[in-house]
Structures are given as structure tokens and as C-alpha cells.
């Protein structure tokens, strides 16, 4: 499928990035490191998140919709999808789970390497931008946790985004040896 109004990057204030470059970063910051790697990566996110969304909303424009906020919820999962997998994200499935958070799906995801065997899900970067990203629509500040990646031997990485209270439940929940989903469940 053609798309008359690629994405341009320059014009957006992005460069592009091979997925073995994100890698290679993330992998260098886990050895050196180690778990606090995640941190810095979810900063990094976070900070460019500003601009992803810049971009998403001049994309949107193109397309003659003025502002993301003029989207109902079906729509803009649309277009979110639409957008991340042209950026060269990959694939995106938006949806809720037990109401209570939205879930963020792919089962191509960029950041993720099904290759690295890892022991947890390690998308750090792409958490601190959806934070960031979606947060900008939102009126309370959210957190995204990732609950299952293709670095991890899953066959999607899932990102679950919500609240702060609640995503920080939901967190302990899982540390506690819950399922996210049971967790997310009791979340009203």
C-alpha cells in the first residue's frame, strides 16, 4: 500500500535508526549498566516523546485532520497504528484489557530482538515515549510497563498504559509473582 505523504523525518526533527543500532545501544547499557539501563533508556523515550507526537499530529494534518483530539477512540487507534508502523515502529494493536488500561500490541515491535534471550521485557525506550506520547492526550499522567516482549522469548511485546497509581499497582502486583492481567482485573 502506497501512502502519498511519507513521513519527513528531517522536516520532523527525527533521523532514522537501525533496529540493530537501538539494539546494540540497549545491549551496551545493560552490561555497563545493568538494570539501571532501563532508566536511562525510558528517559531517553520520554524525552524524544515530545517530538514523535509533533510529528504524529503534522502527519495527521496531512491527512486533513487538524488535531488529535478531534479523533474518536476507534479512530485514533487507527491512526496511532497507521503512524508507528510508517515511522518504521512496527505494528501496533490498541486496545483495553478488564477496562482498566489500555494495551499497546506488536508482534514486530523495532525495539524488541527476539534474538538477545533475555530475562525480562526490555523495550525501556519505547515505554518512556509512549508515556510521554499518549500522556499528551490524556488529563492524568500515565506510565506505561511493558508485561511481555519478543527480547524475552514472547511472541509480541505488550505494553500496558494507565494512570500512575494504577500502572504502579499493577507493577507491584507483578513483583509479587501475579499475572498482569488478574491485576488489572481488580483495578476499578
Same mark, same amino acid.
Given at each position: ?9 528531517t522536516d520532523?526533527?527525527?533521523l532514522?535508526?537501525?533496529?540493530s543500532?537501538?539494539a546494540a545501544l540497549r545491549d551496551?547499557l545493560?552490561?555497563d549498566?545493568g ?11 520520554y524525552?524524544?516523546?515530545?517530538t514523535?507526537?509533533?510529528?504524529f499530529?503534522?502527519w495527521?494534518?496531512?491527512?486533513g ?5 478531534e479523533?474518536d477512540?476507534?479512530?485514533f487507534q487507527? %491512526?496511532?497504528s497507521e503512524?508507528f508502523?510508517?515511522?518504521?515502529? @512496527?505494528s #501496533?494493536?490498541?486496545?483495553? +484489557?478488564?477496562?482498566a488500561? /489500555?494495551?499497546e500490541?506488536s508482534?514486530?515491535w523495532?525495539e524488541?530482538?527476539p ?8 523495550c %525501556?525506550?519505547?515505554?518512556g515515549?509512549f508515556?510521554?506520547f499518549f @500522556?499528551? #492526550?490524556?488529563?492524568?499522567? +500515565?506510565?506505561v510497563l511493558? /508485561? ?6 514472547a511472541?509480541?511485546c505488550?505494553?500496558?498504559?494507565g494512570?500512575?497509581d494504577?500502572m504502579r ?9 501475579e499475572?498482569?492481567e488478574?491485576?488489572a482485573?481488580?483495578v476499578?
Open positions: 500500500m502506497s501512502h502519498p505523504h511519507p513521513i519527513p523525518l520532523h526533527s527525527m532514522a535508526l537501525s533496529r543500532a537501538l551496551a545493560l552490561h549498566a538494570q539501571g539501563a532501563a532508566g536511562y533508556l525510558q528517559d531517553a523515550g524525552a524524544g516523546g515530545g514523535v507526537f509533533a510529528s499530529r503534522s495527521l494534518r496531512q491527512r485532520i487538524e488535531e488529535p483530539e479523533l477512540i476507534a479512530d487507527r %491512526h496511532a503512524y508502523r510508517e515511522a518504521g515502529w @512496527g #501496533l494493536e490498541i486496545g483495553t +484489557l478488564n477496562g488500561v /489500555v494495551t500490541d508482534e514486530n523495532a524488541s530482538d534474538a538477545a534471550q533475555l530475562d525480562r521485557p526490555s %525501556h525506550f519505547t515505554t515515549m508515556a510521554d @500522556g499528551r #492526550l490524556s488529563d492524568v499522567p +500515565l506510565s511493558e /508485561v511481555e516482549c519478543r527480547s524475552a522469548g511472541p509480541r505488550r505494553f500496558l498504559l494512570a500512575t494504577v499497582y499493577v507493577y507491584e502486583a507483578l513483583k509479587r509473582g499475572r498482569y488478574t491485576a482485573g481488580r476499578e
